[in-house]
């Protein structure tokens, strides 16, 4: 595992506290450093579904895993956090699902992971599993 994931890796198991979902930036560059860092924060917190999105330079990456619930699909969740951007590249994993949302046009992968964020806890509380009073203890900023 390189640095950058472990980092990140660690980062965002320090930053899941005992919330049932979870929502987290972390610095990754590509793809399948952040399939590895959501796998590995799997692995570690099994009871946790999170979803972790990363600015890289062309496009907004995002991963989403958890443990199997009958009320819930992480293949939803991260289609809808998908479903405002062009071109979407879904993968499911055996335990980890992923997104590759390409940069638009003029845009920037910065505001495009705000969108994606909003679009996560709407989700959320469009299924009634997260509370409207609730969501700043959801949210690990601690680098913002």
Same mark, same amino acid.
């Given at each position: 595992?390189?640095?950058?994931? &472990? ?63 009958? =009320? ?6 991260? &289609?809808?956090?998908?479903? =405002? ?9 055996? =335990? ?46 601690? =680098?913002?």
């Amino acid at each position: 595992m390189s640095k950058i994931v &472990r980092v990140a890796t660690q980062k965002a198991i320090s930053a899941i506290k005992s919330a049932e979902f979870y929502v987290t930036d972390v610095e990754i560059s590509n793809l399948e450093e952040l399939e590895q860092c959501a796998r590995t924060v799997h692995q570690k917190k099994p009871k946790a579904s999170f979803l972790l999105m990363c600015a890289a330079p062309d496009s907004l990456l995002v991963a989403a895993a958890g443990p199997e619930r009958s =009320d819930f699909d992480f293949g939803n969740w991260i &289609r809808y956090v998908s479903t =405002d951007f062009h071109n979407p590249l879904l993968t499911h994993g055996t =335990d980890v699902m992923t997104a590759n949302i390409p940069k638009e046009d003029n845009g920037s992968p910065v505001i495009m992971l705000e969108n994606a964020r909003s679009k996560a806890f709407e989700y959320l509380r469009n299924e009634s599993l997260l509370e409207e009073e609730s969501e700043e203890d959801f949210i690990g900023f601690d =680098d913002i």
